[in-house]
Every structure is written in C-alpha cells, then in structure tokens.
C-alpha cells in the first residue's frame, strides 16, 4: 500500500512540477545554450545577459530548486532524490536551462557537504545557491597533471594563517572567478598523498593573479593561477590538515560526473535532427548510407549511455555505488561527446570548417570540435579513467 501511495504523490509532484515550469520558464530559456558566455554564472563580476535569464533564476530561487536536493538551511529545497530526478526530467521535457552554471554547485558543493564543519557549510553553501561566488578550481600544476599528487604549491603555518606560495594551471575561468577551492602541499615529509590540504582562497587576495591560456579553438577558458605570498585565514582550511588527497578524490568524483554529462537538465539537440538539416532525406531516408549507420550507432550508444546512468542511479539509492563509477561515465561520455562533434562535422561538410564568419556563427561548430578534444584531458586523462576502470571495476591486476 505504501507504494501505490508513494507512487501517487510523485505523480502528483511531476503534475505540479510540469505545470510549474511551463508557467514559469521563459521562452528564451528553453533555446539552445551558444556557448559557456550565454549562460548565468553569477558571482561578483557576473552579470545578466538577459531579463529573461534574469526572471528565469530568480523565480528557481525563490522556489529553491537552483539546488533542489540541498537542505534548506543551505538555499536548497529539502526534497528527496526522487523528487529531484523529477525536476530533472520535467526540464529535459521542456529543455530548460539551468537557471544558475556554477562549480560550486556540481564539484565543490558536494565536498563541503561531506567533509566541512558546520560554520563552513552555512559560511558558503547559502551563497553559492544565491550566486554570490563564482568558484574555480586550482588542482593541476605544471609539474603535476595526472601525477596530481605531484604537487609543489605550499602552504607554511604561519600561525592564524598560512602563506601560500605556487602556480596552478588549467584554471577554468580563473579570471573571472571569486574564489578558487585549492590543493596545497602541508607537510613535505611524509608520503606525498598524505601531505595535501585543502583550502578555499578568495581570488581577491593580495598575491593571487591569473593568465588566460588561448587555446587551439581560439578561446581561452583556462588560465594560469599564480599564487604569491598569499595569505589564507585557517578557518578556511576544510576537512583536517593533511585529508586534501581524500577530499580531492571525492570532488573529481563529482567533476568527472559533470563533465560526463550525468544530471544535465538539457541534452544536446538529437543528431538525427542535424543529420536530415546537413544531408537531407531521399524517400524518408538519409541520402548517405554510410553516414546514416553512423548516426544510428551513435543514437544507440547514447540512449544506452543514458540508461546506464539511470541504473547507476537507482543503484547508488540501494547504496550498491562504486566511486570507480565516476570514471565510466567521464570516460564514455567523453568518448560520445567527441563522436557527436567528429559526425556533426561530417555531415556539415565543407560548411562546418568555417573558422570565422556570420554564416558559421564565428566558426562556433569548428571551435566546439577542437574543444571537445580537451575533454579526454581534463578531469584526469582518459588513460587513467581506463586504469582505473580496470583495477576497481574490472578488478584486472596491475600487472
């Protein structure tokens, strides 16, 4: 009985949710994202594109489903998983964007849950739900990419404080975030996975300047971090001292999610779609057999995908979750993604090369591809999801 009552209330949930949305997100917030300017990042140096974009997050604010599952002491809506996958997918229906692109919501948010005191989460989990930071992350190093662990940027006790001294790169948005959560180096002599802290440090520090990377695709979305001599208070030092390798593993977990695409309320538009604009049908088909299996594997592989993600779902709700898990789906969702952007190409043509002008948007297609090729890098390299994949999901011997 308590099941045909459960189901009941989330039918009714779903109706109410459904109803909600289609009252309240505007027109121009159910359209395609262009690209990571034409979205809402808040933080102090943030601004609106749009009144829409505007009403949009405002109205999820004051419904407090910018993070629905969060507990509403922290800005959040106390709802239970389901209730949030419901949200989800009544998004997806309507493609609706989300209302606020924030780090701290998808990587840092979930470590605070975990690991900081009390003070720390009612200090920063409200004001990433208000969009009063915008977060970066300063994990690699030149000298430490995959070799994490590896890293040399130190923080010296320095009694009510530390000095940190270092250089991060591949610093999404640095120059345009408030605050970045940091991996420094505590303690030189002992094992160097056991010598890592975690701190947060407001961008705004004396010492703290940044460097933007041009990339391949001609934007320049990472930057170089450089930390000198910057003072940090130690109440911003999260979990204990000497626990930043446990925190950091349990973050890219979650990076590795996001970058996998996993709880996206917006899917990309279906390449069938793209397929019949690029090439065109002959009698209710696509013209190019070859690129008409090509399309149909894809479209396979990817509802497949999408299923899995929903078994790994339920199943991390029975608590039968491996962390491993996270490196799957960073991996394949990597993988789908360079293969969405290799075919798009494909069956654009000569037209999708276009690097720059008003017909190719500035080239946006040609630029995307070159992105997605940093996908595979990113979040821990594709050769270590393997590694990792095989030795705690396969469990195959290191040797």
Known sequence: MGNIETKTNLDVFRKEVRAWLEENCPESMRKPVKSPDDVYWGGRKGDFDSDDQKVWYERMLAKKWIVPYWEEKYGGGGLNSQETKIITEEMMRLSCRKPLFSFGISMLGPALLKFASDEQKMRFLPEIVQAKIRWC???????????????????????????????????????????IFCLVRTDFDVPKHNGISFLLIDMASEGVSTRPIK?????????????????????????????????????????????????????????????????????GILSDSSLRADVAKFEMDEAIFDMTIERAIDEAKAGNNSGALSSFFKYYGTELNKQRYELMLALNGYKGLAWEGESSNNGELARAFCRTKGNSIEGGTSEIQLNIISKRILGLPSK
């Open 137 to 179: 992350q300063g994990y690699s190093e030149p000298g430490a990419g995959s070799d994490l662990a590896g890293l040399q940027t130190k923080a010296e006790d320095k009694g009510d404080h530390y000095l940190v001294n270092g250089q991060k790169v591949w610093t999404s948005y640095a120059d345009k975030s408030d605050w």
């Open 215 to 283: 990339l391949i695709s001609g934007k320049s979305p990472f930057c170089e971090t450089f930390l000198d001599n910057v003072k940090v208070p130690k109440e911003n030092l999260i979990g204990e001292l000497g626990q930043g390798w446990t925190i950091a593993k349990y973050l890219l977990t979650h990076e590795r999610q996001m970058i996998g695409g996993i709880g996206e309320t917006r899917k990309p538009r279906p390449l069938s779609a793209v397929a019949i604009k690029g090439v065109g049908l002959t009698h």
